[in-house]
């Protein structure tokens, strides 16, 4: 089981901003900028092009309602969209609001984001996913 699935279970608590049958979002634990978003499928699979077509692209249209909810909730110029998956061996997309390219830094992160902060953020984004 990996670590976003334990998180999935409830057995490891997280900021959650939206979920639905088949997939889930939540803030990053240290993030690269305020309101920094990972959206992940339930079902286990490591390497996201690994996931089969119609999951994927299912997955994209849950990260886009994500995303609006972030920009709304956090305005910004865009909300950055990566891959990376070389920590964790479960499939996520990185959600980032962007002013500036140096929002999506991933080697300078938020060292102990605040906490009461990171759950402000996660409501406010929750209330503004449709
Ligand atoms: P990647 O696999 O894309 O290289 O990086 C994994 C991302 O997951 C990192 O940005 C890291 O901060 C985040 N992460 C790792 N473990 C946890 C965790 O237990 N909870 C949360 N919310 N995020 C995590």
């Known amino acids: 089981m990996t670590i976003f699935s334990r998180i999935i279970a409830g057995e490891i608590p997280c900021y959650k901003v939206a979920e639905n049958d088949k997939f889930f979002a939540f803030l990053d634990i240290n993030p690269v900028n305020w309101g920094h978003t990972l959206v992940v499928p339930k079902k286990e699979e490591d390497y996201i ?9 299912e997955m994209m249209v849950f990260a886009k ?8 909730a956090l305005p910004c110029r865009k909300v950055g969209v990566t891959v990376l998956g070389l920590e964790v061996p479960h499939a996520h ?5 962007l002013q500036k390219e140096g929002d999506m830094d991933f080697k300078s992160k938020i ?4 906490a009461e902060k990171m759950k402000e953020i996660a409501e406010a984004i929750a209330s503004n996913i449709e």
């Open 49 to 57: 092009f690994d996931i089969a077509d119609e999951d994927l692209a």
């Open 65 to 72: 309602k994500v995303a609006k909810g972030i920009k709304k």
């Open 93 to 97: 997309i990185h959600l980032v609001p």
């Open 111 to 114: 060292d102990n984001p605040d």
